[in-house]
């Protein structure tokens, strides 16, 4: 069967759902995938737009999207073209030569952030791991210094490799894998005075600190906004002293939060930022972005077989171009909006249950209360029984990110579903 062929056919499955023969066996796949994942009960088959079905046929919402990574849904009839078109066309042939789309790619995203330079891999922990190079190399050449440190905040989330769980600021990552990767430190998130006393006692030490590495909003660590003021003062801080500031734009880049770059809700410009999740709308690309002072790397330095194929990088152009055009970001402020006062009013509702709502655009969380008698995954669990898909952030605080397309019905309807989920906790 062509290739052509086969996406015909499956979005002729698409546009008339029905229940497959075949029955999935979770106990069959248990027994060949490793269990790195707990893993909800259910297995998901089809999808259009906002909506998944699984292989029972039941139909979810997906406020999921793929963990903020689905930027234009399921289905999305850009996608479907970029990727036939492109296959066609040629999909891989290795960073040996220029590939037109990878370049193509980067012109957009440096023309459009920034960013002077770009560099791809294939996940969000590679686009860090190459930061965290970058930096250091960086510290090295450009600074004299013989052991950089960089900077990270508690509650942060950077990726699973051995250095992206070392700058990760949370213990649960790192159990079982010593030795870490030397050269982080770790500060409060929001608190430039534990910023300051830090950099002040770790150059007093013999090491000097080469970065600060933040997310502009943490997501895994329970959907807590950047604070303005604060990362107005840290891009302040590194100005003084040449000390690079790196963002990790991997969950909140390329649109979620109403803006095309988190940043930008902090007034702020990285020296080095990096993008993976909605960049290629589910396609696996990251991308390490840097301003042209800190692009230091030279022909050795740093390599990807898969990264920047022509593959991903022209579903990655598809991605942003029609982010652009359907002026997608205005949907992602409107909707944004309509989510968070739907779920501000569930927590009048339910002053115990929940403290409050948090999150910019479409990357919000509701935070269960203190008191509350539920922990976030049952809250997500009986969402998931009324037909909404939702991802916890942490034990306290369940996390609403779905597609930027997501329309002003499927906001209204999660609410009543998300209504509905409440109702059998309390
Ligand atoms: C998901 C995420 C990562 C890791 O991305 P992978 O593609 O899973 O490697 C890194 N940083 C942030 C902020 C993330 O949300």
Known sequence: MSF??????????????????????????????????????????????????DTEGREYLDFVAGIATCTLGHGHPVMIEAVTQQIQKLHHVSNLYYIPEQGELAQWLTQHSCADKAFFCNSGAEANEGAIKLARKYAHVNRGIENPIIVTA???????????????????????????????????????AALKEAIAHLDADES??????????????????????????????CD???????????????????????????????????????????IPIG???????????????????FGGNPFVCGVAIAVCQTL???????????????????????????PTLFSGVRGWGLINGLV?????????????????????LVVPAGPNVVRFVPPL??????????????????ATLV
């Open 4 to 53: 052509a062929t086969l996406v015909r056919n499956s979005i002729k499955a698409i546009a008339s759902p029905k229940t497959t023969e075949k029955t999935f066996d979770a106990v069959t796949f248990d027994g060949a995938v490793m269990k790195t994942y707990g893993r909800f009960p259910i297995a998901l088959e089809r999808g259009r737009g906002c909506r998944v079905w």
């Open 154 to 192: 508690n509650a942060s989330f950077h990726g699973r490799t051995l250095a992206t769980i070392t700058a990760t600021g949370q213990p649960k990552y790192q159990k079982n894998f010593n030795p870490l990767v030397p050269g982080f430190h770790y500060v409060p998130y929001n608190d430039i």
């Open 208 to 237: 000097q600190v080469a970065a600060i590495l933040l997310e502009p909003l943490q997501g895994e660590g329970g959907v807590n906004p950047g604070d303005r003021d604060y990362f107005q003062q840290v891009r302040q801080l």
């Open 240 to 282: 003084e002293t040449g000390i690079l500031l790196i963002l990790d734009e991997v969950q909140v880049g390329v649109g979620r939060t109403g803006k095309l770059w988190g940043y930008e809700n902090l007034g702020i410009e990285p020296d080095i930022f990096t993008l993976a999740k909605g960049l290629g709308g589910g």
């Open 287 to 305: 991308a390490l972005l840097c301003q042209s002072h800190c692009d230091v790397f030279e022909p050795g330095d740093h390599a990807s077989t």
């Open 324 to 350: 652009m055009r359907e002026n997608l970001l205005n949907n992602v402020q409107s909707r944004g909006e309509e989510l968070r006062s739907g779920l501000t009013s569930i927590v009048k509702q339910y």
């Open 368 to 388: 269960l209360s203190s008191e509350a008698p539920v922990k976030s995954i049952d809250l997500v669990k009986a969402a998931m029984a009324a037909g909404l």
């Open 405 to 422: 397309v997501v329309t002003a019905e499927d906001v209204q309807e999660a609410l009543t579903r998300l209504t509905e989920a409440i």
